[in-house]
């Protein structure tokens, strides 16, 4: 269980607010109970130095949006959208539809959309947003499937179904834009960035895990595998941050509350590291996000050619074709920090024969980040 004091990370941008940024989620547990995410988000805001970000939320559990407004007056946690909204208090409204998507659109779903469809539902919580308040910017938070951990090939069938379902996304948030004349229904790629997690855990890059199954609850029932660990809401923050203020997450906290003040399993730094660099990554080169983008910085995984990494027996050698890095780290994969040092040249090595053998990540340090796997065979 976790300390009360913020870890106060290296940060690699200088953060500001756009705005007020209160924000009203409606949803189910992809918020996380009782808005995991929503206090998560909170936190990083805080350490961000953003101090006009609020949350509130109507929760009810394994629903679909329709639902959501059938029964507002009733939800299971929160308060009930049809005197919050109605406020003007929000800026941002985020709406979490039933997965997978499809069922509730063709109506196989226990949502039967003869009753509302979802875009009649997302429509009818946008016209009361925008009639409040009318810069609100509305989204659709786009969950990641189950995983059906009995199947032949769970990885390959999950991966599927996120890339089949997500035009299905975009249909529901398009539709609800065309019949409105107010700004666009725009989308939190947070299937995305679970997909890139689930990547990073089998390339063997993710430290600390091993398994992209340990991604989520273990709880869960093997044939319908979803939720995240407490540990991997922080993913979902970080995209939900990144969104809302295109902002990157990269240098801020890992350490965070759940819901009322709760204290959670939190990621290592190197965790949460690899976590803030996934969701930039997926928000800001996704245009359905509508990141309002505060900064050219791109916190890249990839180098495009100007760092060479080589492992060298005995050593690892670094060229930069500019020195735009100020430190670099060396972590294990139980997250711990092996090696920190300075960085004075643009050619470089670093002695490895103290480390014991093994994968470790590669992590530069300056006007961008850059990590890279390495395996050492000492």
Known sequence: MKRLLLFC????????????????????????WDLIVG??????????????????????GGTCVANQWINHASPQGGTDSWMELPSGNYDIMVLAEQIPIQ???????????????????????????????????????????????????????????????????????????????GPPVCIVPVAAAYQALADSIIAGVYPGTTNWIDMFDPTDTIVA???????????????????????SPVGLTNQTFAAAGWQYDEPTPAQALMMQQIAWEIVSNDPRSCAPIATSINHNMNNNGSIS???KENEIEINLKENSFSNIELYNTSGQIVLNTNIHQQK???????????????????????????????
């Open 9 to 32: 990370a290296i940060s690699l941008l200088t953060l500001t607010s756009f705005g007020q940024e209160n924000t009203y989620y409606i949803g189910h547990s992809g918020f996380g």
């Open 39 to 60: 206090e998560m988000v909170n936190d990083l805001a805080i350490d961000a130095g953003i101090t006009t970000y609020g949350y509130n939320f109507q929760f009810i």
């Open 103 to 181: 069922e509730v659109i063709d109506g196989s779903s226990f949502c039967n959309p003869t009753i509302i469809s979802s875009v009649s539902a997302v429509d009818n919580f946008y016209d009361m947003a925008i009639a409040a308040n009318p810069n609100t910017r509305v989204y659709l938070m786009e969950f990641h499937n189950e995983v059906d951990q009995t199947a032949a090939t769970p990885h390959a069938d999950w991966v599927n179904m996120n890339i089949t379902m997500r035009p299905l996304w975009e249909r529901v948030a398009d539709s609800t834009t065309l019949i409105n004349s």
């Open 225 to 247: 595998t979803i939720h995240p660990t407490e540990t991997t809401y922080y993913l979902s923050a970080c995209v939900h941050f990144s969104t809302i203020f295109g902002q």
């Open 309 to 311: 990494i080589i492992n």
């Open 348 to 378: 470089f090595s670093l002695d490895t024969r103290q480390l014991t053998a093994g994968i470790y990540v590669v992590r530069l340090i300056g006007e961008q980040s850059f990590m890279k796997k390495i395996v050492i065979n000492n």
